[in-house]
């Protein structure tokens, strides 16, 4: 299912996880993985229940609260988004959860929010350039780009 799910054949990796569930249902991670592909299938709805099912069996499990926050965002659902990312950063507060909850304020327009969330990813990873991205494509408050050119200038060299 793994194999099919990097090969970005979605509708394989159901089928195969969906008979790992019957067969070994000590293995924590097929409800995940059923929700990832049916989330890049754009089956919302089912991928929604696997996610949240993943997370009932395995509440670590950071990806999940991070995949169903990106789902909700997708469905412009902005409320749950932030609620699920906050729910994960409860456990976890992973550079991962921080990024797409600042892009989640970034696409409300909660620049100020966004703009701490994003700093403190930096923080736990100054070479992510998905919150570069959002810090400095995308926020147009210019006294805080300027302090993040030195991390673009640090990335580039």
């Given at each position: 299912?793994?194999?099919?799910?990097?090969?970005?054949?979605?509708?394989?990796?159901?089928?195969?996880?969906?008979?790992?569930?019957?067969?070994?249902?000590?293995?924590?991670?097929?409800?995940?993985?059923?929700?990832?592909?049916?989330?890049?299938?754009?089956?919302?709805?089912?991928?929604?229940?696997?996610?949240?099912?993943?997370?009932?069996?395995?509440?670590?499990?950071?990806?999940?609260?991070n995949l169903i926050g990106?789902?909700?965002?997708?469905?412009?659902?902005?409320?749950?988004?932030?609620?699920?990312?906050?729910?994960?950063?409860?456990?976890?507060?992973?550079?991962?959860?921080?990024?797409?909850?600042?892009?989640?304020?970034?696409?409300?327009?909660?620049?100020?929010?966004?703009?701490?969330?994003?700093?403190?990813?930096?923080?736990?990873?100054?070479?992510?350039?998905?919150?570069?991205?959002?810090?400095?494509?995308?926020?147009?408050?210019?006294?805080?780009?300027?302090?993040?050119?030195?991390?673009?200038?640090?990335?580039?060299?």
């Open positions: 299912g793994r194999i099919c799910i990097r090969k970005k054949e979605y509708e394989k990796a159901i089928k195969r996880f969906q008979k790992v569930e019957e067969i070994a249902q000590n293995y924590k991670n097929t409800y995940y993985h059923l929700g990832y592909a049916y989330f890049y299938l754009k089956k919302y709805p089912e991928s929604e229940f696997f996610l949240k099912k993943s997370i009932v069996e395995n509440p670590n499990l950071i990806s999940a609260y990106i789902l909700f965002q997708n469905q412009g659902n902005f409320h749950k988004s932030v609620d699920f990312l906050n729910n994960g950063l409860e456990i976890s507060r992973s550079g991962l959860l921080l990024q797409s909850l600042g892009g989640v304020y970034v696409r409300v327009g909660k620049f100020q929010e966004a703009i701490k969330i994003l700093n403190e990813a930096l923080k736990i990873n100054p070479d992510n350039l998905g919150v570069l991205n959002n810090l400095g494509g995308r926020i147009w408050d210019w006294k805080k780009i300027r302090r993040q050119l030195r991390f673009w200038r640090k990335l580039l060299g």
